[in-house]
């Protein structure tokens, strides 16, 4: 977006900024009795306004700074760069997104649940649990993390591909994983970046729960979409 700060802390109106967007889900859970939130956030040198902003906007939050580790790469890497920061159960949120899970609430499922109730439900039967958006349109998933979907299960993951859309049904937009398997899905989420995935066959045993919709924040072409 070629600013001068951060992205994740652009405006979006008077009183959101990116990141707010994707917090609402953070703060939709924070009432629910016994649950401990801890949230990890990821930046390279140069981006702890985002962080100031966060505990300053949001004091009653744990939050722990975390600098992208160069040892890591791409997307993945900056997940795995908190790797120390791991709970027993994880939930991944983009900074410069919005996603809704109903029609009726952005921040609750049909059956009145937050983002990360649905993602403790998921990972209390399966390893990882990605919150997906149907989509067979070629153009989105060449630029998106494209996944097949069968009978709620993560079947196949591609990180943008090129090719062979039709055997693709849909795009992630959050996801969630157990402690015990961070190390080997960033190895297979980085192979997949990297385009060195012979067989996109998601390895570990995945879950998928539908979102109302998602939208990709990241230029200006879709803010602009967002805002009008």
């Avoid at 700074?65 to 795995?80: A, K, L």
């Avoid at 153009?139 to 859309?165: C, S, T, W």
């Avoid at 994983?177 to 570990?204: H, I, Q, T």
Wanted: glycine letters at 6%; proline letters at 4%.
């Amino acid at each position: 977006m070629n600013l001068d700060y951060p992205k994740e802390l652009y405006s979006i109106d008077m009183s959101t900024k990116l990141i707010d967007l994707s917090f609402s889900h953070l703060l939709a859970a924070d009432n629910i009795p016994g649950l401990k939130i801890k949230i990890a956030v990821v930046i390279k040198p140069g981006k702890e306004a985002v962080y100031t902003y966060l505990t300053d906007r949001y004091p009653g939050f744990n939050f722990e700074m975390v600098y992208f580790n160069n040892r890591f790469e791409e997307w993945p890497g900056s997940i795995y760069s908190a790797s120390e920061s791991y709970s027993e159960f994880n939930l991944v949120l983009l900074p410069d997104t919005d996603l809704h899970l109903s029609s009726d609430s952005k921040c609750l499922t049909t059956d009145g649940l937050s983002l990360i109730e649905k993602n403790l439900n998921q990972l209390n039967h399966f390893l990882t649990s990605f919150g997906y958006i149907e989509n067979s349109n070629a153009d989105m998933l060449q630029n998106l993390g494209a996944i097949y979907v069968k009978e709620e299960k993560i079947i196949r993951f591609q990180d943008k591909p090129q090719k062979h859309f039709e055997r693709y049904n849909g795009f992630w937009g959050c996801f969630g994983f157990r402690k015990k398997v961070g190390e080997n899905l960033y190895r297979f989420l980085l192979a997949s970046v990297k385009k060195k995935n012979c067989d996109d066959s998601m390895p570990f045993n995945a879950s998928g729960f539908r979102l109302h919709s998602f939208i990709d924040l990241g230029t200006w072409e879709n803010i602009y979409k967002f805002n009008s």
